[in-house]
């Protein structure tokens, strides 16, 4: 941004980066109008349809006329339903009048962050992380605290640098598990032991589990299920992920009674509410016939997981943790001598395959690309072919 543009522009909109996932799909979909080959493994979104029973209540929705103001907060049968899901497959006893919905889980980490954080307020967040949390933070003033995540220890937390990083001026800990890009999935463990701390120092957590259902093994623990937290745990997620909802824009948060109000009337004041239609066909999303959807769905991604690991640790100069959670691989390149962004760039343009830099993740990302294997099979093992030849050609 020039001097003058800066000048023209709030300071809060200063040194603040949107998604590269989107930047670099409208570069691939460049590429494909001038007639290039692209695979993409840039955006993070599921390429499956959403579940028949939903579409089907949002038609049948829209034909009864549901499009008109809901509350703000968000319908009730849905607020009564995610409640319900929550207390059935968490630790925790979730009071429907906590719930609020928003229109993406995106705009929920917003409005939580610009509810509860005033400038000059800390806020630790893992990194590399979801591009999202930085942002939010730095448009309301507050300061970003990073704490980097170690690829040896499975992209996890280490508690003792939490604690270090923690002030007189921290005000929240933010944790996503299943993670975002790196796939990394916190133990019941660590979420407790970021539990304690919270408790000990008097802070929020917010606690973005918007992969928690697509996982590969043993269910990851959440926040949810940490005793005593409920006056502080602010837990966010959404339908885009497990059910194949971006478009619909549909997320939502679990909040504390005491700071629902505030939440409630920043939600009010910007988005209004969320759509009609979309919020009541949401309410199939809990039944056993999506379930039995999301689970082949979950299905799939292992097995493409599972081949797109194997391919590139194939690869000299690659290696590649097998992540438990979310569709994304997290591959080391750093052998390869050069920065993410140039490899990232140059496998576009010279490779044909769509990826994101590790950088697009912060600063800590460097050494690592992104890919998102939220694509067909047969399209991830052409994808692993190319890389390894345009390794082979650096």
């Known amino acids: 941004m020039s001097t003058a543009t800066k000048s023209r522009v709030a300071r809060r909109m200063q040194g603040v980066h949107g998604e590269a996932a989107f930047e670099t799909l409208a570069r691939a979909n460049e590429l494909e109008r001038q007639g290039r080959s692209i695979i993409h493994l840039e955006i993070g979104e599921p390429d499956f349809d959403t579940p028949a029973p939903i579409v089907n209540a949002g038609i049948d929705w829209l034909r009864k006329g549901a499009t008109h103001y809901p509350p703000s907060p968000g319908v009730v049968e849905l607020r009564e339903a995610i409640a319900r899901h929550l207390s059935s497959t968490r630790n925790v006893d979730v009071d429907p009048k906590c719930v609020i919905v928003s229109p993406g889980a995106k705009m929920m980490i917003f409005t939580i962050i610009h509810s509860l954080i005033d400038p000059g307020d800390e806020v630790i967040y893992p990194v590399p992380a979801y591009p999202a949390y930085e942002a939010a933070i730095l448009m309301a003033g507050g300061t970003p ?66 992969y928690a259902e697509i996982c590969y093994g043993q269910k990851p623990a959440s926040m949810l299920d940490v005793p005593n937290l409920s006056d502080r745990l602010i837990f966010i997620h959404g339908f885009s992920k497990t059910y194949a909802m971006t478009g619909w824009r549909l997320g939502y948060g679990v909040v504390p009674k005491d700071i629902f109000p505030a939440v409630s009337l920043f939600i009010n004041n910007s988005v209004s509410s969320t759509a009609t239609f979309t919020q009541r066909a949401a309410v199939e999303a809990f039944t056993p016939q999506t379930d039995e959807v999301v689970a082949r769905m979950v299905e799939e991604f292992q097995k493409r997981r599972d081949v797109f690991v194997d391919g590139l640790n194939s690869i000299p100069g690659i290696r590649c943790l097998r992540p438990h959670g979310a569709f994304y691989l997290f591959p080391n390149i750093s052998a390869l001598g050069k920065p993410s962004k140039e490899v990232a760039d140059r496998l576009l343009n010279e490779g044909g395959v769509s990826a994101l830099p590790g950088t697009a993740f912060g600063a800590q990302g460097e050494g690592y690309l992104r890919f998102s294997f939220a694509n067909s099979l047969s399209n991830i093992e052409q994808a692993i072919e190319r890389i390894r030849k345009f390794v082979h050609s650096l």
């Not at 133990?187 to 120092?201: E, V």
């Open 145 to 210: 605290v990073p704490v980097t995540l170690q690829e040896s220890r499975e992209f996890r937390f280490d508690l003792a640098e939490v604690e270090q990083r923690i002030t007189p001026r921290t005000k929240m800990i933010i944790t996503n598990s299943p993670q975002n890009p790196t796939g990394g999935v916190l133990t019941i463990d660590d979420l407790k032991g970021l539990g304690d701390l919270a408790r000990r120092n008097d802070l929020f957590i917010m606690s973005d589990e918007i």
